[in-house]
């Protein structure tokens, strides 16, 4: 049995509704992602996004206290400083976890895109809203895509992390994703038009 809150109707078809699009007339509700009933299951998505806020931005935190962690064991183990070493040692460990955990930051969009473009297979998604994530960029949320795509198993729900705060994709646009188990990376080749 559909879900439908009350009042809820289409604006195109005045259908009641509960999802972002029509599932009659297929048109956009206008009601909120985040409000919005899961009429399908939803699928573990594993984002391929290879750019400056996913690789770049972690890999300059995973750079400077991986740096800073290996220089006071340097000067630990040199002895060049008065103070008792163990100190010096105690004082590279916040610095190490840092830095090795902004190194699995870098890795893992890196290894899913890697993943994805050797054994991917290419599909179609239609985009049915936005959420805001829970991390900021620039004073902004960054968002995340709603995608309904079709499995072998029916039609699923993934919820793609842009790692952007910009929405590029309209609400019911058709997009290309390519998919490799539960590892997802949106098609962002342009259409080209040879006139």
Known sequence: ???????????????????????????V??????????????LECKEANVNFWTVLFPLVFALAFTFAGGALIVVAVRGEIGA????????????????????????RPVINWVLITRRGKYIEGIVCGYLDDDVTLNDRPAQIVKILVDTPNGKRYIKYQLGTADRPYGINQTIGLWVYRDR?????????INW
């Open 1 to 27: 049995m559909d879900y439908f809150p009350p009042g809820m109707t289409c604006k195109n078809c005045r259908a009641p509704v509960s999802t972002e699009l029509c599932p009659y007339c297929g048109n």
């Open 29 to 42: 509700t206008g009601l909120n992602s985040a409000q919005a009933y899961m009429d399908c299951p939803e």
């Open 84 to 107: 008792d070493s163990w100190i010096l040692w105690l004082m590279s460990l916040p610095f190490l976890a840092v830095g090795i955990s902004s190194w699995g930051s870098v890795v």
């Open 184 to 192: 997802f990376m949106i098609d962002k080749k342009k259409e080209i």
